[in-house]
């Protein structure tokens, strides 16, 4: 009798594990298949000033302003028109303003973030590469990053 009872149990375990299966299941096909699907976007080529076929233009961000993740929110606003951001993350000194720093690549390369990120060709310096491999150019974010492009009102929406 006492046998029964713990097979009895035992199965009914088993039965209670498989039904939470079933409902887990169940409700991951019903949200794949009655929540929309989002689709990342990206502006066309064109409107950036990249020509079609060519190389993107790889980019480092930092921080330079002691604000949380905004060299975060500044990679993904520069990944969607297209720059290849190879590397992001806090930088070694604190900045008053914005700039963008050539690197390994030209002063035509540093224009063109720079208009990406609403910043005028005065925030544009020449700096040069400072290791065996630097991207083309590099954009420190000081502490006037509020009026940059990523972080006015509706430049990144939640689809990001």
């Not at 990944?79 to 290849?84: I, V």
């Not at 060709?121 to 150019?137: C, F, K, L, R, T």
């Amino acid at each position: 009798m006492a046998q029964t009872r713990i097979v009895d149990g035992l199965l009914n375990v088993a039965l209670v594990g498989v039904a939470l299966l079933v409902l887990v299941l169940l409700y991951g096909l019903l949200t794949r298949t009655f929540s929309p699907r989002t689709t990342p976007t990206r502006e066309p080529a064109s409107a950036l000033g990249v020509e079609p076929g060519a190389d993107p233009i790889q980019v480092e961000v930092r921080n330079a302003a002691g604000a949380d993740s905004i060299a975060r929110e500044t990679t993904t606003y520069l990944r969607r028109r297209g720059f290849d951001v190879i590397d992001f993350g806090n930088a070694d000194s604190l900045r008053q303003s914005s700039a963008v720093v050539v690197r390994a690549g030209t002063e035509d390369y540093a224009r063109r973030v720079a208009a990406a990120l609403s910043l005028s060709e005065e925030h544009v310096e020449s700096g040069g590469p400072i290791a065996d491999y630097d991207p083309d150019v590099a954009v420190y974010l000081g502490r006037d990053y509020a009026r940059l492009a990523p972080f006015r009102d509706g430049a990144l929406d939640s689809s990001d």
